[in-house]
């Protein structure tokens, strides 16, 4: 049974995109606005309509907690709103000044994504608004684009038809012909896909385009992470450019320091070698503090290429502690959690999904006795 409630005639153009939050109806359209309406009663909001964009709005997407509403238009622009007042937070220009098409939250809100007509890509930082990696495509516009429930991966769908898997470090992981005649959307299916009890990462992908077709992929995450292992490594290491190494500075909250590295050619391979003693006498670093920040990331940096190089797989890792895990568990999500930093996820009044950010149907946690014995046999293997 299908009943129409409410029909909203406030527009005065085509209306491209519409997007629910748990309280909130947003709409946005060719007439340059965004609309604001109350669930309750679908009344439009005093502070609404939103404006600001200078041309066509294409796309609008709420963030997990309704808090933000993003919004990409024509002009080139993505701009981040507050729901509940109306305030314009940030405007983001897409690098190559091209119409941006597509935007998307990733499940933490961290990030937000925003696809342009040039087909660059771009994943903004939601606390500091700034441009924080960008990739592009060969061919076409970017119309389409999913995070991943975990947040890890994200994909992008063009109007030539392509599919691209990215990692969140904006690493293309795969691409294919997915459509004949250009890709009109794709999303993520919520709930994983048990394979077996070694706790893989999968899930269903659905994207549909202009040959008349939805087609329905697996993504397993970590068969697409375990290819890239290498790749990472090499990241890691000597191939990390100077730029490379001021966007890592950026991440780190060490934006002060990138004139200093890149006025004394700082590369991955230099930034490896870098001592407390070298950040005072060769880059005159003077504040003991701040070297002793700097020291401690590139000993994390370190720690984590040590770890990559062990090459321990992705599966033995608990999401949590990213450490070996000795006493796996599987939780209602389908994944599996070292049991201790499971319960203590749950003990701090947590109930939503590690990985995915959903709401836990149950908060039962079975032994994946499998996985442990994987492990166990992992690790004589190691000691031969």
């Known amino acids: 049974m299908v009943k129409l409630i409410h029909t909203l005639a406030d527009h005065s153009d085509d209306v491209n995109c519409c997007a629910f939050s748990s309280s909130l ?60 007042n ?29 696809g342009a007509a040039d087909g660059t890509v771009v994943l903004w930082n939601t606390q500091s608004y700034k441009l924080y990696r960008c990739g592009s495509v060969k061919d076409g516009s970017l119309v389409a684009c999913a995070f991943s429930p975990s947040g890890n991966l994200f994909v992008t769908g063009s109007s030539c038809g392509d599919l691209t898997v990215w990692d969140d470090k904006m690493r293309c992981l795969h691409s294919e012909k997915a459509h004949d005649l250009g890709i009109t959307c794709c999303d993520f299916s919520s709930q994983p ?21 939805i087609k329905i992929w697996i993504v397993s995450f970590s068969h697409i992470l375990e290819r890239s292992t290498e790749d990472q490594l090499k990241q890691f290491t000597e191939d990390w450019s100077e730029e490379d190494v001021s966007m890592w500075l950026c991440e780190q909250g060490l934006m002060d320091l990138v004139d200093i590295f890149k006025m004394n050619n700082i590369d991955g391979k230099e930034l490896l070698n870098l001592t407390k003693e070298s950040l005072a006498d060769d880059l005159k670093i003077e504040s003991l503090g701040l070297r002793s920040k700097v020291m401690r990331k590139i000993e994390e940096l370190r720690t984590k290429m040590k770890s990559l190089s062990s090459g321990i797989p ?9 450490e070996l895990m000795k006493d796996p568990v599987i939780a209602a999500d389908g994944y599996s959690y070292e049991k201790e930093a499971m319960e203590s996820w749950i003990g701090k009044k947590k109930r939503t999904s590690p990985m995915t950010n959903l709401v836990l149907p149950s908060l039962v946690l079975t032994p ?3 996985l442990k014995m994987a492990i166990n046999r992992w690790l004589e293997t190691q000691q031969k």
């Open 314 to 322: 992705d599966e033995f890792i608990c999401p949590i502690t990213r």
């Open 193 to 213: 896909i048990s394979d077996g009890e070694l706790g893989h990462q999968s899930f269903r992908l659905a994207s549909c385009g202009q040959d008349c077709q």
């Open 368 to 370: 994946n006795r499998t």
């Open 25 to 84: 109806l947003a709409t946005c359209s060719l007439d340059k606005t965004v609309r604001l309406y109350s669930l309750s009663d679908f009344t439009e909001l005093p502070h609404s309509p939103l404006k600001f964009h200078t041309y066509a709005v294409h796309c609008c997407c709420f963030s997990p907690s309704g808090h933000l509403l993003a919004s990409c238009s024509t002009d080139g622009t993505t701009v981040l709103w507050n729901t509940q």
């Open 86 to 114: 109306g305030h314009t937070l940030a405007v983001m220009e897409q690098p190559s000044g091209s119409p941006v098409r597509v935007c998307r939250f990733s499940p933490d809100s961290s990030c937000l994504a925003s």
